[in-house]
C-alpha cells in the first residue's frame, strides 16, 4: 500500500477514513487480538497514548517526533510496513495543511561537526610549536651569557696585572747611588734590598685583591637560576583537565539532547522510566527535554532545581 512522494505545489488526494494511520493501526491491533493495555505493555507506553495514536489525535502527544516514533514502533509490533504508515501520516498532515517538516526536529542533530574539532585540534598543535620555540630561543640565549661573561674577565685580569717596572726600578736606584757616591754603595744595596721584599708584597696584595675568582662565582650562580625558570613552564603544561559530571533520571518516557560549552553533542535519545544517564564535559550545559517534568537534573552531585512548563513540552535548561 505504498505511496509516491507527491511533488511540491501537486493536489493532495484525499484519504479514505481507512486509511488513516490510526485507522490502520487498530484494525490490525485486533485482527492480532491485542487488546490497548497489550500493546501499551509492550510498547512501554501510557493506554492513552494508544488510544490516541488508533484516533490519530496528534495534539495529545509531544511533537511531531515522538509521533513519527510511535507509529515506527507500533507498525513493527503489529508486522506492517513502517515507511507505508509514516507516508500516510504525511499525506494525513498535508491533507490537513500541516508542513512536511516540523519546526523542530532536534533529533537529526546527533553528530557534532568535524570542522570545528579539526580546526580546534590544529590550533592547539600550532600553540605548542609556537611554546617549545619560544622556550627553546629563551634557554640557548641564557646558555650563551655565562661564555660572554667569561670572556670579558680575561682582559680585566690583564689590566689589573702589576707591572715588573717598580722592580726593576729598584734594582737600578744602587747603580746610580754607586755614581754619585762611590762609600755608600754597601748602604744603598742593603736599601734596595730591604725595599725588594716591600714590592712584592705590595704586588702579591694587589693581585690578591684584583683576582678573577668572584666573576667565576658570579657566572656559577646564573645557571641555577635559568634551570629554574626553565622547568617551571613544562610543568604548568601538565596539568589535568578537570571536567564536570552531569546526572540524568527519567521517572517517564523523555527526549533529551546535551551539549556541553565547546559545542560538542554529548547524548541525543529517547530515554525510558527509570533510565539513568551520566555525562562528563565542560559546563555550562545545554540540556534540551521533550517531557521536563518527568526529568531530575544533578550538576556534580548537587541537584539542579528547575521548574518545567505548564505543558509538559520541550524545555531548553543551561546547567551551570
Known sequence: ???????????????????????????????????????ARELRMTVSKVRALEADDYDRLHSDTFIRGYLRTYAKLLGLEPEDLLQAYKQARRQAGLADDPEESPLKINVPEPTRSLWKFVLWILVLLAGIWALSVWFLGNRQDPVADSAMVDPISELNT?????????????????????????????????MAPTANTETTSAAALTGSEPPAASSGAVEPLAA??????????????????????????????????????????????????????????????????????????????FVPPVSGRLMTLTVN
Open 228 to 305: 629554574t625558570e626553565v622547568s617551571s613552564p613544562g610543568a604548568s603544561m601538565n596539568d589535568p583537565e578537570v571536567l564536570d559530571q552531569l546526572r540524568l533520571t527519567f521517572s517517564e518516557e523523555c527526549w533529551v539532547e546535551v551539549t556541553d560549552s565547546r559545542g560538542d553533542v554529548l547524548e541525543t535519545d529517547l530515554l525510558q522510566p527509570g533510565r539513568e544517564l551520566l555525562l562528563s564535559g565542560e559546563a555550562p550545559f545545554t540540556v534540551k527535554l521533550g517531557n521536563a517534568g518527568a526529568a531530575q537534573v544533578e550538576l556534580n552531585g548537587e541537584r539542579f532545581d
Open 162 to 194: 702589576p707591572a715588573p717596572a717598580p722592580t726593576s726600578a729598584l734594582a737600578e736606584e744602587p747603580d746610580i747611588e754607586q755614581e754619585l757616591e762611590e762609600a755608600s754603595v754597601d748602604d744603598a744595596s742593603e736599601d734596595a734590598a730591604e
Open 1 to 39: 500500500m505504498s505511496t509516491e512522494e507527491q511533488p511540491a505545489g501537486a493536489e493532495v488526494p484525499e484519504l479514505a477514513p481507512e486509511a488513516y494511520p490510526g485507522a490502520l493501526l487498530k484494525a490490525a491491533r485486533e485482527k492480532a487480538k491485542l487488546s490497548e493495555e497489550d500493546v
